[in-house]
């Protein structure tokens, strides 16, 4: 059965990075592409970038634009998103999510502060 | 950005009575391939998002019957025809047509 699992939950403080983890199985991986999503305390959800993982093609929210990145491991069946410079305002959980978002991640909370 | 605008935000409903939430999109979600890709997903606290429901009104595997969706366009619909306790959470309506992908701003249901 299809399964998408993510790396765990993450401390950072203001201005670090943090790559983030996303493993496939269950199903040919170069064939959906994938979505990062996020979702802040108490907020709706955010969608911040997509991946082809068949040939690397991305796409970016402007709001993310520069401060992500979304890359892809195809011998590992994983995605990653790092996101940099990293605010007080970032913490929220990330997830992952396979094309049609039809299956997702379990999440990894990433949390910034001080 | 296309603007998906859910109504009501909180939805309290009798258990096995029906329930209906409403998204409006600021522009028309029909794709140039002539489908519209509107999808309706639930999120349980503390639990990742569930599809639901794809292209208006196709159920995702394993989702009950008692979901269904509508509409065309700009405006949508999920109905509950018998809410049962496990479909207590958020709801989001999520567009696929454009990128950015976008997303309602949620309607919370809730058992009175």
């Known amino acids: 059965q299809v399964q998408v699992v993510q790396s765990g939950a993450e401390v950072k403080k203001p201005g670090d990075s943090v790559k983030i983890s996303c493993t496939g199985s269950?199903?040919?991986?170069?064939?959906?592409?994938i979505h990062w999503v996020r979702q802040a305390p108490g907020q709706r959800l955010e969608w911040m970038a997509w991946?082809?993982?068949?040939?690397?093609?991305?796409r970016y929210s402007q709001r993310y634009k520069g401060r992500v990145i979304i890359t892809r491991d195809t011998s590992a069946n994983t995605a990653y998103m790092e996101l940099n410079s990293l605010k007080s305002e970032d913490t929220a959980v990330y997830y992952c999510?396979?094309?049609?978002?039809?299956?997702w991640g379990q999440g990894t909370l990433v949390a910034v502060s001080s | 950005d296309i603007v998906l605008t859910q109504t009501p935000l909180s939805s309290p409903v009798t258990l096995g009575q029906p329930a209906s939430i409403s998204c409006r999109s600021s522009?028309?979600?029909?794709?140039?391939?002539?489908?519209?890709?509107l999808s309706w997903l639930h999120q349980r606290p503390g639990q990742p998002p569930r599809l639901l429901i794809y292209?208006?009104?196709n159920r995702f595997s394993g989702v009950p019957d008692r979901f269904s969706g509508s509409g065309a366009g700009t405006d949508f619909t999920l109905k509950i025809s018998r809410v049962e306790a496990e479909d207590v959470g958020v709801y989001y309506c999520?567009?696929?047509?454009?990128?950015?992908?976008?997303f309602g701003q949620g309607t919370k249901v809730e058992i009175k």
């Open positions: 999520l567009q696929g047509t454009q990128i950015p992908r976008t």
């Open positions: 999510a396979l094309s049609a978002f039809d299956y």
């Open positions: 991946i082809n993982v068949d040939d690397g093609d991305t």
């Open positions: 269950g199903y040919n991986f170069t064939n959906y592409p």
């Open positions: 522009q028309s979600l029909v794709h140039s391939d002539g489908n519209t890709y």
């Open positions: 292209k208006i009104s």
